[in-house]
């Protein structure tokens, strides 16, 4: 079939009318490649299919929530039936204490949870309990970090203000030294220290935790009274059937999680120790749609596949054998590529390309031939994609190559200069 998008196009145009800019926030395709889709009409396993009808092998899987494939059968057969049955009600089914039992089992550190909508609601609700149980206001965070779009958080900086970001200290990643000068800072303030269980930041190398760091961060708590919070909601599930801080042996206090626990549906959780029990209990938060039965549904039915199959294992095999297809590939037709992160969570960059032309020509290059990648933000392995899937996509890759040394000099990025402007500002 020939690639065209004058559907997409078409949409756009009508976007522009009736959507600020014609879409927003991560979803906005604005920054991406040319060629890139803004809209879909489905997805099955691996797969999907924007709306004038191209086929995509998905390596964003929704950004985060696509683990196990597209409208699977037995996850979205919970979720309907539960549908069927009644899902947005005057009170919760039990599906609730279900799901809570299934993540408590499953989470080591964990002793309860509490449901809410998006990883945004959990990581904020995870800083008001570390105030309420310390009573105390500073939160140190790694710069770059993500952990959603609500005004203490969001990363760019229009309709924030001073006070939203107040009682904020940043340290580097991985550096124990700057973790420490950042607590300092805190001084008798600290209520928590937040972390990413790895680091996933747009622009840059992923990085894996330093376990030094990650147990400084521990005994920095423990010291100070303050809570550790690991912020799950992108890594989780990918990295272990557990918090992924059990990697490094480090329990925290709190842990947020979101994005693929009911593989798609609408939930996100926070987790707890028992000594934070209290503090939980006593902060006000709700919502319309967190007590939602269906999506719990699904989230059961997504855990009892985590516990079940050997989805992690085959995740980090299919990445490993991109990772190692597309090193070869690139070094054959003369580029070196930073792929850095787990297997399971590329982020796959290139040498000497300080402006991204190269990362742009290349997935532009791929979305023509039906692989949908990105230039600077991490990916996923769905357990959906199977070994013919990541060989498909390694022939594509070296056609894009190849596509991208034929092309000669590359025009630098202006709209990645209009990003990063909107970013420091
Ligand atoms: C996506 C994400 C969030 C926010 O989750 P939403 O569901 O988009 O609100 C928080 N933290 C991390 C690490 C994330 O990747």
Known sequence: MVWTNSKDTALRERAQAVIPNGMYGHQSVFMLPDDFPQFFSRGQGAYMWDVDGNRYLDFLCGYGPNLFGYAHADIDKAYSDRTAQGDTLTGPGAEMVELAEAMVGLVSHADWAMFCKNGTDATTMAMMIARNHTKKNTIVLAKGAYHGAAPWCTPLKGGVTAADRAHQVFYEYNDV??????????????????????????????????????????????????????????????????????????????????????????????????????????????GSFWFSAAPMAAALATLKLV???????????????????????????????????????????????????????????????????????????????????????????????????????????????????????
């Open 177 to 286: 030294e700057s973790l420490e000068a950042a607590v300092r800072e805190a001084g008798s303030d600290l209520a928590a220290i937040f972390a990413s269980p790895i680091k996933h930041d747009t622009f840059v190398d992923q990085e894996l935790p330093n376990p030094a760091y990650a147990r400084r961060a521990r005994e920095l708590c423990d010291e100070h009274g303050a809570l550790l919070i690991v912020d799950d909601v992108r890594a989780g599930l990918r990295l272990a059937r557990d918090s992924s801080w059990s990697l490094v042996g480090v329990k925290p206090d709190l842990s947020s999680w979101g994005k693929a626990i009911a593989n798609g549906h609408p939930i996100s959780a926070l987790l707890g120790a028992e000594a934070f029990r209290m503090a939980a209990a006593t902060i006000y938060v709700t």
């Open 307 to 425: 516990r079940e199959t050997d989805y992690l294992e085959r995740t980090i095999a299919l990445g490993e054998r991109l990772r190692a297809g597309l090193d070869e590939s690139a070094a054959r037709h003369g580029f070196g590529l930073r792929q850095t992160g787990p297997a399971q969570i590329p982020l796959i960059m290139f040498e000497d390309d300080p402006d991204a032309a190269k990362a742009y020509a290349w997935n532009n290059a791929l979305i023509r031939r039906g692989v949908y990648m990105h230039p600077w933000h991490n990916m996923f392995i769905c357990a959906a994609m199977t070994e013919a899937d990541i060989d498909f996509a390694l022939n594509v890759a070296d056609d894009a190559f190849k596509t991208v040394r034929e092309a000669g000099p590359l025009e630098p990025v202006a709209k990645l200069a209009i990003l990063h402007a909107m970013v420091d500002a």
